[in-house]
């Protein structure tokens, strides 16, 4: 296939490569591929929180011991009835005793379930180990109760079934006598050297790194650690990470990028799928095993499988936490629900593992999800269910002279395209002859896409020379300027380098006999002037809300070319955008915030964005109608602690949702 140079690259370059311990080259490691191909693995939460196994409805159990702390009232007096006041965290060591733990069978059920890989809670932020730690003085399960290595057993069963295995480690602690009153002692002779000793034991193929929010990337040292586990360590080449590394790295540094009981608001992203992104979530609320919840807290098996489909469908992994009971038994409900996800994988994996992102994920409003194989020649065509008569499929055209599967059966079915849409014949009888499933299957044999070709600006002298590079020598390239899409007496072909003297909106798509055109590559051209940018104010502080912000003086003011934060702060800071938006044709159009924590977006006064207040990463879109000209603009924005995003884009009548590009914005009226 045309892409298998870029994937051999991609190999080479974790092979060949030795990074240096600062972002930007961690961040030019690929994800590597065997990661992207898994798509389903099987997380882990079981330590000392697994003995009381408590807490109230809907929170996590694992964070027990931080409730104790805290004083939360409802987990206090559980302790209380049932401990004692006086009883310690600590002395759950003797309680701990995990005596009908059987890692290779639980290996073997993890491999009959479909998972590709396994990550264990190696240490949890209760600062207790799974494993003989050194710097854990004892704080272990070798040395408690359970008198075994649990992490290097499991480490050795699931390796020998075959399967990946990793594991999950706390870079804080909330009981650590140095933490977080001496964080370079802390990190400098415990949390370092006891994380580096767990990759060198147990060779991970994977690593979930958590606990981050609580400092920055430099107080973790986490560029250091990464440049030695790629570099040096006894970890496996293509070693997978996240982007847990410290407050600011989160969906920006590090590996894969990990969502947590919100799988990026169902959308699709393209910085995501190129990265690899990874939704991790229980079977029910809770992480580690909750006794309080009950049946109706934990997600169907239906629910679990559909869910799986979608995300794969938009690039990315399932992470799907079970939480053993402290004597190593895995609770009933959770083997049902994994079981049943292994019998349905069973039958459809083919349209689950290996595969990519079609370009259309899902049509039909939402009721189909779409995966392509990674040859590009077949569409898996999720459903819910098969109608009586045709199924029609918006959207999608196949081709040839094969007849369309339905996998895990016999059934071949026979079908035609019409227009923009695919009609498949289903027979009258089908109820009666295919079994009951969650989610059905289609195999669509399709014209294999073109990659989208690349596209290199080099801007000077208020010029700017642009280049366009093939991944097929074969293929013909095709361009247009602004809005227009690239079609037949629009575009212009591309025979080499050329230069353009103005700001535009840059459209390319490559074409070739036999393959469907590859996706339009849509860039701006900035050539700009003193005329534009924004001008940005800087706030320091902590708020609620933005009008908190701007009850506050600003501390910097300086000009901008685009809404980026300051790379320099981390936490309790604000900004303010003001300047002038170009608008080209009177029309709706559409704009959307995607930040953490809150962001307000006015144009010419009028609140058009509403994603304010304290919350985590969340997308909020609006409309206005807009006349031709300038228009004043405002983006507001602020964080509070943890992590800190703010992306911004717009969509037109003419144009999908994209950055507004740096040429629409001016300082002042010109």
């Known amino acids: 296939m045309r892409s298998f140079g870029l994937i051999l690259l991609s190999v080479m370059s974790l092979i060949a490569k030795d990074y240096e311990p ?12 065997w990661y992207k191909d898994a798509k389903f693995g099987i997380f882990i939460h079981w330590g000392l929180y697994s003995v009381p ?111 990946k295995s990793g594991f999950y480690y706390s870079l804080y602690e909330w009981d650590h006598q140095d933490y977080p009153t001496n964080i370079p002692k802390y990190v400098n002779d415990h949390m370092l050297p006891q994380f ?57 540094h590090g590996g894969y990028y990990s969502t947590e009981y919100d799988p990026n608001s169902g959308s699709v992203n393209e910085e ?60 009933k409900i959770m083997v049902d629900r994994l079981k049943d996800i292994g019998v349905w994988l069973d039958k459809n994996g083919e349209a689950i593992y290996k595969t990519t992102v079609n370009r259309i994920t899902q049509s039909n409003n939402g009721k189909v999800k779409y995966t392509l194989s990674k040859d590009r020649r077949s569409i898996y065509a999720f ?53 009951d499933s969650p989610t ?54 591309y025979s080499g380098p050329f230069t353009l003297n103005k700001s535009t909106m840059l459209n390319v798509q490559a074409f070739a006999d036999g393959f469907l055109s590859s996706q339009v590559v849509t860039v701006p051209v900035n050539i700009l002037d003193e005329s534009h940018g924004l001008i940005r104010q800087t706030y320091e502080g902590q708020w609620e809300n933005c009008d908190q912000m701007l009850d506050s003086d600003f501390v910097e003011e300086k000009t901008v070319f685009s809404l980026g934060l300051d790379a320099a702060k981390k936490n309790n800071f604000g900004h303010v955008f003001k300047g002038m938006i170009y608008i080209e044709k009177r029309g709706t159009y559409e704009f959307q915030t995607t930040s953490d924590d809150g962001s307000r977006l006015f144009i010419n006064g009028f609140p058009v964005v509403d994603n304010d207040g304290l919350h985590g990463r969340k997308t909020i879109s609006g409309d206005i109608v807009l006349k031709k000209g300038l228009q004043k603009f405002e983006m507001q924005y602020f964080e509070r602690g943890g992590q800190e995003s703010l992306d911004v884009k717009w969509k037109g009548s003419e144009f999908e949702w994209q950055e507004i590009p740096a040429f629409k914005f001016y300082t002042t009226i010109h």
């Open 22 to 33: 600062n972002w930007e080259s961690l961040d030019s490691r690929p994800t590597p591929q």
């Open 53 to 163: 196994a408590w807490g109230p409805r809907g929170s996590y159990a694992e964070w027990y011991l931080n409730g104790l702390k805290s004083g939360d009232s409802t987990r206090l007096k559980y302790h209380e009835e049932n401990y004692g006041k006086d009883f310690p965290y600590r002395d759950f060591i003797k309680l701990f005793k995990s005596e009908k733990y059987e890692p290779e069978k639980w290996a073997e059920l993890f491999k009959e379930f479909g998972a590709k890989y396994i990550v264990l809670t190696s240490k949890h932020h209760d600062g207790f180990c799974l494993w003989p730690s050194k710097e854990s003085d004892g704080y272990n399960s070798v040395e408690g109760a359970a008198k075994r290595d649990l992490l290097g057993d499991l480490n050795t069963a699931v390796k020998k079934s075959g399967l």
């Open 196 to 252: 580096k000793d767990a990759v060198q034991r147990y060779k991970p193929s994977i690593i979930f790194s958590d606990g981050e929010w609580d400092q920055d990337s430099q107080k973790w040292r986490s560029e250091e650690f990464l440049a030695w586990l790629y570099n040096e360590s006894s970890a496996p080449q293509d070693v997978v990470v996240n982007d847990r590394w410290g407050g600011e790295t989160r969906f920006k």
């Open 272 to 331: 995501f799928i190129q990265q690899g992104w990874e939704e991790c979530r229980g079977i029910g609320r809770s992480f580690g095993y909750n006794r309080n919840e009950r049946p109706e807290d934990y997600n169907t098996s239906e629910e679990l499988i559909r869910l799986l489909v979608d995300i794969v469908s938009r690039g990315g992994n399932l992470l799907l936490n079970i939480g053993p009971k402290a004597d190593g038994t895995i609770p």
């Open 383 to 435: 459903i819910e269910e098969i109608p009586d008569g045709n199924l029609t499929l918006d959207g999608i055209q196949s081709t040839g002279h094969e007849r369309i599967k339905l996998l895990g059966t016999d059934e071949e079915f026979n079908w035609r395209n019409r227009r923009d849409k695919l009609v498949i014949q289903i027979p009258k009888n089908i109820n009666e002859i295919v079994e």
């Open 440 to 493: 059905y299957v289609f195999e669509i044999p399709v014209l294999p896409y073109l990659d989208k070709p690349n596209v290199q600006i080099s801007e000077h002298d208020g010029k700017a020379e642009i280049t366009f590079i093939s991944n097929d020598s074969t293929s013909e390239l095709r361009y247009t300027f602004g809005n227009w899409v690239v079609r037949k007496g629009y575009e212009k072909k």
